[in-house]
């Protein structure tokens, strides 16, 4: 159970300060439920209800040009088709299934996974259904994909590992677990493999002891990063499904994990701090060596994302905040986006955009210029807490592109059990508010 996994993680003095990032949440989602739960943030913080804590002089939500509401509740399709030449920057569609909280999201081209507490991992195609497969336990927290082989992180602690029949694309077969059968064979004849995972209880130190609540694929290097509520990052080798080290990287829970090719690794954590990490290839092994703590702060760190050129560090808080750092400056802090009323679940970068989820049900759309960063808009029509973003280029407006700048299609995902598709684009509409003002 949850509840008995973060009891064991988080000793209960720190309980009211540290939080994971997924809420324990009962079928019925509401706010007031939200806010008090263990595992969500803290209401004792003064400044996390502050309505005054917006973006520049007032809410992104007010002020943004315009703030898109989704129109589907009640559709019984799965997904809700829309017109586009409605609105230039809004929703596509949602998908509503009643089969449980949307803890996970994964685009890829054309299709797009999406992962929930039901242990079903559904696929996409063209915003329709395409396929499914079924985990035999633990929801399904974090996925990723690498070419045909999809990685799933589980509540129980498990790494799934399916493959996609070259045969017939809609059909995915569970080819494994990291780690392997094999390797834990071979590691558990030793006593030198057990490591203390909690008090007078020990695993072997190349399995996760509780929830693997996130992960990050490098795949110019061959490697996934998966991070756990055990406190540890552990890293695999993809050609032979190896564990090649196990990082005692935090104090708590490691809720976020962010692999880059150069070789830095960043990490945020309940504990409240973010930490970057230079790995140094050994042999057929690797070292991650802490490089720099760019956070310390009471409130839990949430979520990590990091822009494609890999020049900015954004981190997502229990408070409501999003702070960032600049590697041009040797990872000096560059400020604080300041949009949202509750705790940010999850970040995603894309472009020159980056886009927050809340637990007050919002995605911010920020827009980056140098070190400077503006809200263009608010996504509403979530009617719970925003748990995971993916983004992906808007192929099908290329030509649009290059006049109208760059567009996004947006995958959000909510514990009201539903998925938004969004189509953003990289430049403010133009809305004149004066031409809009009665004579």
């Given at each position: 159970?949850?509840?008995?996994?973060?009891?064991?993680?988080?000793?209960?003095?720190?309980?009211?300060?540290?939080?994971?990032?997924?809420?324990?949440?009962?079928?019925?989602?509401?706010?007031?439920?939200?806010?008090?739960?263990?595992?969500?943030?803290?209401?004792?913080?003064?400044?996390?209800?502050?309505?005054?804590?917006?973006?520049?002089?007032?809410?992104?939500?007010?002020?943004?040009?315009?703030?898109?509401?989704?129109?589907?509740?009640?559709?019984?399709?799965?997904?809700?088709?829309?017109?586009?030449?409605?609105?230039?920057?809004?929703?596509?569609?949602?998908?509503?299934?009643?089969?449980?909280?949307?803890?996970?999201?994964?685009?890829?081209?054309?299709?797009?996974?999406?992962?929930?507490?039901?242990?079903?991992?559904?696929?996409?195609?063209?915003?329709?259904?395409?396929?499914?497969?079924?985990?035999?336990?633990?929801?399904?927290?974090?996925?990723?994909?690498?070419?045909?082989?999809?990685?799933?992180?589980?509540?129980?602690?498990?790494?799934?590992?399916?493959?996609?029949?070259?045969?017939?694309?809609?059909?995915?077969?569970?080819?494994?677990?990291?780690?392997?059968?094999?390797?834990?064979?071979?590691?558990?004849?030793?006593?030198?493999?057990?490591?203390?995972?909690?008090?007078?209880?020990?695993?072997?130190?190349?399995?996760?002891?509780?929830?693997?609540?996130?992960?990050?694929?490098?795949?110019?290097?061959?490697?996934?990063?998966?991070?756990?509520?055990?406190?540890?990052?552990?890293?695999?080798?993809?050609?032979?499904?190896?564990?090649?080290?196990?990082?005692?990287?935090?104090?708590?829970?490691?809720?976020?994990?962010?692999?880059?090719?150069?070789?830095?690794?960043?990490?945020?954590?309940?504990?409240?701090?973010?930490?970057?990490?230079?790995?140094?290839?050994?042999?057929?092994?690797?070292?991650?060596?802490?490089?720099?703590?760019?956070?310390?702060?009471?409130?839990?760190?949430?979520?990590?994302?990091?822009?494609?050129?890999?020049?900015?560090?954004?981190?997502?808080?229990?408070?409501?905040?999003?702070?960032?750092?600049?590697?041009e400056k040797q990872l000096s802090h560059g400020g604080v986006l300041k949009g949202h009323k509750l705790a940010v679940l999850c970040l995603a970068a894309a472009g020159n955009l980056v886009f927050s989820?809340?637990?007050?049900?919002?995605?911010?759309?920020?827009?980056?210029?140098?070190?400077?960063?503006?809200?263009?808009?608010?996504?509403?029509?979530?009617?719970?807490?925003?748990?995971?973003?993916?983004?992906?280029?808007?192929?099908?407006?290329?030509?649009?592109?290059?006049?109208?700048?760059?567009?996004?299609?947006?995958?959000?995902?909510?514990?009201?059990?539903?998925?938004?598709?969004?189509?953003?684009?990289?430049?403010?509409?133009?809305?004149?508010?004066?031409?809009?003002?009665?004579?």
């Open positions: 159970m949850v509840g008995e996994s973060m009891k064991n993680t988080i000793p209960r003095s720190k309980f009211n300060n540290m939080v994971h990032s997924d809420p324990n949440m009962s079928s019925t989602v509401n706010e007031e439920d939200y806010s008090i739960r263990p595992s969500s943030a803290s209401a004792m913080s003064p400044t996390f209800y502050d309505p005054n804590r917006m973006s520049c002089d007032g809410s992104p939500m007010t002020m943004s040009p315009w703030n898109q509401t989704g129109s589907c509740n009640g559709s019984k399709a799965p997904w809700a088709q829309f017109d586009e030449s409605v609105a230039a920057n809004g929703l596509i569609g949602s998908l509503v299934r009643e089969e449980g909280h949307i803890y996970s999201l994964a685009a890829t081209k054309d299709l797009l996974y999406t992962g929930s507490d039901s242990k079903n991992i559904r696929v996409w195609k063209n915003l329709k259904e395409f396929t499914g497969f079924k985990a035999n336990s633990g929801l399904v927290k974090a996925i990723v994909i690498s070419g045909d082989k999809i990685f799933t992180g589980h509540q129980d602690g498990k790494i799934r590992v399916w493959k996609v029949s070259s045969k017939n694309p809609s059909v995915h077969k569970r080819s494994g677990t990291l780690p392997t059968l094999k390797d834990i064979f071979k590691s558990s004849i030793k006593p030198s493999n057990y490591v203390e995972v909690r008090r007078h209880r020990t695993a072997l130190w190349i399995k996760h002891s509780d929830a693997v609540s996130c992960m990050s694929l490098d795949s110019d290097n061959g490697l996934l990063y998966t991070a756990s509520w055990d406190r540890t990052v552990k890293v695999w080798r993809l050609s032979d499904s190896k564990c090649l080290e196990s990082i005692n990287s935090h104090e708590d829970a490691v809720n976020s994990v962010v692999a880059r090719p150069e070789g830095m690794i960043f990490t945020g954590s309940a504990d409240g701090t973010v930490k970057a990490w230079k790995r140094d290839q050994q042999g057929k092994s690797t070292k991650h060596t802490l490089v720099q703590t760019l956070l310390k702060q009471e409130c839990a760190v949430t979520a990590l994302a990091v822009n494609g050129s890999g020049s900015i560090v954004y981190c997502g808080s229990s408070d409501g905040l999003v702070n960032f750092w600049e590697r989820g809340s637990a007050d049900k919002t995605i911010c759309v920020w827009k980056r210029d140098g070190a400077i960063h503006t809200c263009l808009s608010v996504l509403t029509g979530h009617t719970g807490p925003v748990k995971c973003l993916a983004v992906e280029e808007d192929r099908d407006r290329g030509r649009e592109s290059t006049s109208r700048g760059q567009r996004w299609i947006v995958y959000s995902g909510s514990l009201d059990k539903s998925v938004k598709v969004w189509s953003v684009s990289e430049i403010a509409p133009d809305i004149n508010p004066a031409a809009k003002m009665p004579l």
